[in-house]
């Protein structure tokens, strides 16, 4: 079930309706029932998996509280690492690895014996394990007690606003709000409402409307100038950004109504100034859980340079891996850590050079150049995250690469029209909105700061609502991040 789809319109109220009938030792029962109801929505036969990966964290994680052993709690949380990356692995990179291995046997002239896999990957699975490995090594590391009641904790795992595409919350957030008693609050249910509307506009206004440059050149990168991919490569990177922190706000909206607090997953990352600070700011919940349960254990920031700097590529080609069963995803993390790397190991370099030349005075116009350059850098990697697979890529930069002369042509914008037909002018007018979106994504973050008349608050209300109806791509596209 899309939550741009005309029955999340009929879902959701009917869920929240009963959910403030219903006596509060019920709504568990009932958030869990329509949590698997809007799964199941799907694909009714991948919700055994949900159940498996629950059951499976569920029973380790008392077990582990039990033991004294070390040994014993380090081979339950293997049980617990064992099936949810065996889950991932079969149904996600089984391909991937099987595929190369078959490649490279055919190049050596033998025959591989696997066969492809013909499983439909189930939506959201990348997420929903990340959730409960991350509560199984909470346990281990003793950081949390293990949740007893099993309905609850089943809940904490396919909560429906977050399910499929995040936030990945941690035990010790969410979990505790499932003790508490939720009434009706017309403020923070307008609050609630006002994001869930703000995510529609980012997702069906942006997103959707300027997906059809990227799909258009994507489609047939040979048949459009190096400045059509540079343009349709930037519009990617911004339509993926609307795309996912639409669902995020959308998700974040849907649980407040309810009462239910989750964590914010983006932070403004077009105003980075630097690529580190970049993936800081873009799906937190995601980059947090890299840092928690990979970059720490590693050793983090506390060891030599040459080892930060691995640990800083291990995150990222994590990251790469998580994203998608494709080489390009790996090489697009692996970018992604390389210009961190080279940011840390020039710093100070950089630094020295601005107090010397007197650039360093100009503080304003530096952190502009800053943002510029950091999200430039950044979108230029996301050539990779877009196309189908390392072939489709290399096309892609070959065509920019060997073709950089036609940049700045104008002659491209002609090409889109072209090729967008009568649509070209609600696209072109969707992104001449795009500034317009960053500063309503600014007062979204700092309205609590400000005094906004109630007239105004409802004015923007019922402008956004409107320009949603008016301007939003209803073709139920499904969120970018369900694939993942």
């Given amino acids: 079930m899309l939550f741009n789809s005309f029955e999340y319109l009929l879902y959701f109220p009917l869920v929240v309706g009963l959910y403030f009938l219903l006596p509060f030792k019920w709504r568990w029962l009932h958030l869990l029932i329509a949590s698997y109801a809007f799964y199941m929505a799907w694909e009714p036969a991948y919700a055994l998996l949900i159940f498996g990966s629950t059951a499976v964290d569920y029973f380790v994680a008392l077990r582990m509280e039990k033991t004294t052993e070390q040994t014993q709690k380090r081979l339950l949380l293997s049980i617990s690492l064992a099936v949810n990356l065996g889950l991932l692995f079969s149904f996600k ?94 403020e923070r ?22 997906a059809q440059i990227t799909d258009a050149v994507y489609a047939q990168p040979t048949s459009f100038g190096g400045g059509a991919v540079v343009i349709a490569t930037a519009c990617f990177g911004y339509q993926v950004y609307c795309d996912f922190s639409g669902y995020s706000d959308i998700a974040i909206g849907s649980a407040r109504v309810m009462g239910y607090d989750l964590m914010t997953n983006f932070d403004q990352p077009h105003l980075s100034r630097s690529v580190d600070e970049f993936w800081r700011r873009w799906h937190i919940s995601l980059m947090s859980w890299f840092r928690d349960y990979i970059f720490f254990p590693l050793g983090g920031s506390r060891v030599g340079k040459l080892r930060l700097y691995l640990n800083v590529m291990a995150v990222f080609v994590a990251s790469g891996i998580w994203h998608g069963a494709e080489w ?4 697009w993390g692996a ?43 950044t979108y230029f990697s996301f050539g990779f995250f ?27 914008f002609f090409t889109f029209a072209d090729a967008l037909g009568m649509e070209a002018v609600m696209v072109a007018f969707c992104l001449a909105l795009l500034p317009l979106t960053e500063l309503m994504e600014y007062a979204q973050r700092h309205k609590a700061e400000w005094e906004v008349p109630t007239w105004a608050q409802w004015a923007s209300d019922y402008a956004l609502f409107f320009s949603v109806l008016a301007l939003g791509r209803f073709s139920s596209d499904a969120f970018f991040y369900f694939q993942f």
Avoid at 351 to 370: F, M, N, P
Avoid at 397 to 404: A, G, N, Q, S, V
């Fill in 93 to 186: 990179y089984y391909n991937l690895i099987n595929g190369t291995f078959m490649s490279v046997a055919a190049m050596a002239g033998f025959d591989w014996p696997l066969p492809e896999s013909n499983l439909l990957l189930p939506v959201g699975i990348s997420f929903y394990t990340f959730q409960t490995l991350g509560y199984s090594i909470d346990v281990y590391w003793g950081k949390i007690k293990p949740e007893r009641h099993f309905g609850r904790f089943a809940l904490y795992v396919c909560f429906f606003p977050q399910l499929v595409a995040g936030p990945i919350e941690r035990a010790q957030r969410l979990l505790p709000q499932f003790l508490l008693e939720h009434r009706w609050n017309s």
């Fill in 328 to 331: 390009s995803f790996v090489v």
């Fill in 335 to 377: 970018m992604n850590g390389l210009y961190i790397i080279v940011g840390m190991y020039t710093a100070d370099f950089r630094d020295r050079w601005a107090e010397r030349t007197g650039w360093a005075k100009y503080t304003r116009t530096r952190a502009v150049w800053q943002v510029v350059s950091a999200v430039s850098i």
């Fill in 386 to 412: 877009r196309a189908d697979n390392m072939g489709h890529a290399l096309s892609v930069y070959t065509r920019l690469l060997y073709d950089w002369q036609s940049v700045l042509d104008p002659s491209s």
């Fill in 189 to 210: 249910v307008a609050s609630g409402l006002r994001l869930i509307v703000w995510g529609l506009f980012k997702k069906v206004v942006v997103a959707d409307r300027i």
